[in-house]
T-cell receptor, first 112, second 112 residues
Framework: EAQVTQNPRYLITVTGKKLTVTCSQNMNHEYMSWYRQDPGLGLRQIYYSMNVEATDKGDVPEGYKVSRKEKRNFPLILESPSPNQTSLYFC???????????FGPGTRLTVT | AQKVTQAQTEISVVEKEDVTLDCVYETRDTTYYLFWYKQPPSGELVFLIRRNSFDEQNEISGRYSWNFQKSTSSFNFTITASQVVDSAVYFCALGTGNQFYFGTGTSLTVIP
């Protein structure tokens, strides 16, 4: 089954404790992206990747890192999480940048 | 600057009524793509339609139709004979320059 998976689905952590949210797709897609969804703000793009070893900042990259060492994986790293990073995070992938994106199920992160 | 505006935050309609969700976008790029996504109460994001900037043809898919007008920078979405299953948050998105910009979403409630 074609899908984008994210783990964990729910995470509660404390300020400053490094964490990684994994994202994997099985559709051989070139383009991958991370978004955060906040009430009243819609979805905002954090980082995106056009292909392996090609990542770039989206609209709200501060406090986040990503890597794309393999085509299928695109982890999101929070080196020192802060409460303002409490949000619902979505990973997405598409064949290329102009195609429809397939979204993962979301990761709800709470930073206390 | 790129921007997507969905001025309608919440809409309620009675089942079988028609409803139009508005989307206005801003970009100076000549090549861009417009999308609509649906987020039902279960939380996943579902792709509905994609349009490129060179194709202003309106589209109908069952009860759904889309009206793309470059002259007014709008890409509106109409649901005909709404059903309770249409209750969801709907996002309009703009894709250009390798990035995506989402509107803040319109929450549609269809009352039985």
């Amino acid at each position: 089954e074609a899908q984008v998976t994210q783990n964990p689905r729910y995470l509660i952590t404390v300020t400053g404790k490094k964490l990684t949210v994994t994202c994997s797709q099985n559709m051989n897609h070139e383009y991958m992206s991370w978004y955060r969804q906040d009430p009243g703000l819609g979805l905002r793009q954090i980082y995106y990747s056009m292909n392996v070893e090609a990542t770039d900042k989206g609209d709200v990259p501060e406090g986040y890192k990503v890597s794309r060492k393999e085509k299928r994986n695109f982890p999101l790293i929070l080196e020192s999480p802060s409460p303002n990073q409490t949000s619902l995070y979505f990973c997405a992938s598409s064949l290329n940048v102009v195609d429809e994106q397939y979204f993962g199920p979301g990761t709800r992160l709470t930073v206390t | 600057a790129q921007k997507v505006t969905q001025a309608q935050t919440e809409i309620s309609v009675v089942e079988k009524e028609d409803v139009t969700l508005d989307c206005v976008y801003e970009t100076r790029d000549t090549t861009y793509y417009l999308f609509w996504y649906k987020q039902p109460p279960s939380g996943e994001l579902v792709f509905l339609i994609r349009r490129n900037s060179f194709d202003e043809q309106n589209e109908i898919s069952g009860r759904y139709s889309w009206n793309f007008q470059k002259s007014t920078s709008s890409f509106n979405f109409t649901i005909t004979a709404s059903q309770v299953v249409d209750s969801a948050v709907y996002f309009c998105a703009l894709g250009t320059g390798n990035q995506f910009y989402f509107g803040t979403g319109t929450s549609l409630t269809v009352i039985p």
